[in-house]
């Protein structure tokens, strides 16, 4: 379980593919003890197991399933990630409860500057939709945001400077696909109304 709050980005230093899996090499100063292998952390939204660290690369596995779900199928050497470790029991939590199981991809459809913000929209199929709160949490590769404003096909962000400054949406483009996972108690109602 993570918060969304994103204090560490990193850059993919090699990808090693196959057809059923793949396995990323992250390079960042995130550190890491020999008792954090096999713990979670959050790739850009994607919870991943530290499978083994050297200084400062980290190496992880993704599954077929995930490379399915996630924009990972598509990036390159050089990506910027965003990084977070678990959270502790006890900590607090500033952003919200993200689980790093991405719901679905969605690309940029438009990107805003105002002042120092970014207003940012993004499409979304209408399957999702039910799934969106105006005001709510959405965690976008990993970083919890608030929903501005809902669309006709998708929503709306607003990024702050500092969130920018932190993680990888400052590199953010028109057309770009990012993660998305939607908030889980919002998630688990509909599923609970749906069996009514």
């Not at 969605?106 to 209408?126: A, H, T």
């Not at 608030?146 to 028109?174: A, D, W």
Request: hydrophobic share 35%.
């Amino acid at each position: 379980m993570f918060n969304g709050i994103i204090r560490h980005t990193g850059k993919i230093n090699h990808i090693k593919k196959s057809s059923k899996n793949c396995e990323i090499a992250i390079i960042s100063n995130l550190k890491f003890l020999p008792k954090e292998i096999g713990s979670s952390i959050s790739c850009s939204g994607v919870c991943l197991t530290l499978e083994k660290f050297k200084k400062r690369l980290s190496y992880f596995y993704l599954s077929r399933e995930t490379l399915k779900r996630s924009n990972f199928n598509y990036l390159k050497k050089g990506a910027i990630i965003n990084l977070e470790k678990s959270i502790k029991f006890g900590e607090r939590i500033s952003g919200h409860f993200v689980q790093g199981h991405v719901d679905t991809t969605s690309r940029v459809k438009k990107i805003d500057i105002l002042g120092k913000s970014w207003f940012i929209r993004f499409e979304l199929p209408n399957k999702f939709r039910n799934l969106l709160v105006e005001k709510g949490s959405v965690s976008i590769n990993g970083v919890s945001l608030t929903i501005s404003k809902i669309l006709k096909k998708g929503f709306e962000i607003v990024v702050i400077p500092k969130t920018l400054k932190l993680t990888n949406l400052f590199y953010l483009k028109e057309k770009d696909l990012v993660n998305v996972e939607f908030d889980i108690l919002g998630k688990y109602i509909n599923s609970s109304l749906k069996k009514k």
